[in-house]
């Protein structure tokens, strides 16, 4: 549960520190590239809390992880970067956390 408050909490205090001015747009930004978590659907079973999403998830892989990074890079989708970074960062915490390990598999 924490880990999820998490998820809505992080960018928000981003938002706050950097986007104060525009921090409506940027917090919706960053709270939709949630999104991202669709691919737990193709999971069976969809939620398994033992399970690291890190390297098993289709859009949770290391390569689309950097593609993420990159996207911080861009002004035009830095927030779409940022918001996605974040959550791929709170996601390998929660897997060092549970398993001891950063991405599953390793």
């Known amino acids: 549960m924490f880990h999820l408050v998490l998820h809505f909490v992080v960018p928000a205090v981003i938002t706050g520190l950097f986007y104060r001015k525009i921090w409506k747009v940027a917090y919706f930004v960053m709270i939709a590239t949630m999104l991202v978590d669709i691919d737990h659907l193709f999971a069976n079973p969809i939620y398994d809390p033992s399970r690291c999403s890190i390297g098993f998830h289709p859009l949770h892989q290391v390569w689309f992880i ?41």
């Not at 990159?70 to 970067?81: D, N, S």
């Not at 940022?82 to 950063?102: E, R």
């Open 66 to 106: 950097a593609l993420y990074i990159a996207l911080c890079f861009f002004p035009k989708t830095r927030l779409v970067g940022l918001g996605l970074s974040i959550h791929m960062a709170l996601d390998a915490i929660d897997c060092q956390v549970t398993n001891g390990v950063w991405l599953n598999g390793y």
